[in-house]
């Protein structure tokens, strides 16, 4: 059974940092593939965050992220991480890990995905 298990969310104030976790269990595999994060706030469509790949040499993000959100990842680990900084209130939504053998801007492309963590920014 692969799963995908994220951890770190919670109530943080605007300008505020949280760092997610997600940690993958059942394959080794996902040493050799890509990993990322989307998210959707309520009431609308699930939105890119960030991805990278299995080697950590190159690495995407939404525009609404790029220079406040960091990716990274821990092979040996097999977890991916999301450091979030400078933190605003349209940053607030579920956080969903995700992970498949490309990369991919449309979240119904990605195989695997974990049951999301909720990420609320206050103002």
């Known amino acids: 059974q692969v799963q995908l298990v994220e951890s770190g969310g919670g109530l943080v104030q605007a300008g505020g940092s949280l760092r997610l976790s997600c940690a993958t269990s059942g394959r080794r595999i996902f040493s050799w593939y890509f990993m990322g994060w989307f998210r959707q706030a309520p009431g609308k469509e699930r939105e890119f965050v960030a991805a990278?790949?299995?080697?950590?040499?190159?690495?995407y993000y939404g525009d609404s992220v790029k220079g406040r959100f960091t990716i990274s990842r821990d092979n040996a680990k097999i977890t991916v991480y999301l450091q979030m900084n400078s933190l605003k209130p349209e940053d607030t939504a579920v956080y969903y890990c995700v992970a498949d053998a490309s990369v991919h801007a449309n979240w119904e492309e990605w195989d695997y995905w974990g049951q999301g963590t909720q990420v609320t920014v206050s103002s």
């Open positions: 990278i790949r299995w080697d950590d040499v190159h690495s």
